[in-house]
């Protein structure tokens, strides 16, 4: 599993360079999985980052708290 950006822009590589890290080191998504398997673990890994787990650029908040303060 990996984000895609555009071809040759070095600023939108490094975003998605970060999520690939953060997938594959807190949420041990570099391993090699069955489609039903890997469907289900990004599922779930997705979900832990946007409800569960703190962020420390958004104050230690998930990213659902700060979309539904702004909302």
Same mark, same amino acid.
């Given at each position: 599993m990996s =984000? !895609?950006?555009?071809e040759n822009h %070095? $600023?939108? /590589?490094? *975003?998605?360079?970060? =999520?690939n890290g953060i997938l594959k080191d807190e949420? $041990?998504? +570099? !391993?090699t999985f069955d489609n +039903?398997? %890997? !469907?289900?673990s990004c599922k779930n890994a997705i979900n832990l980052y946007n409800e569960v787990r703190l962020h420390l650029s958004l104050d230690y908040k998930t990213? /659902? *708290? =700060? $979309?539904k303060l702004s909302a």
């Open positions: =984000v !895609q950006t555009e %070095c $600023y939108e /590589n490094a *975003m998605a360079e970060r =999520v949420f $041990y998504l +570099d !391993q +039903d398997t %890997c !469907q289900k990213p /659902n *708290m =700060v $979309y």
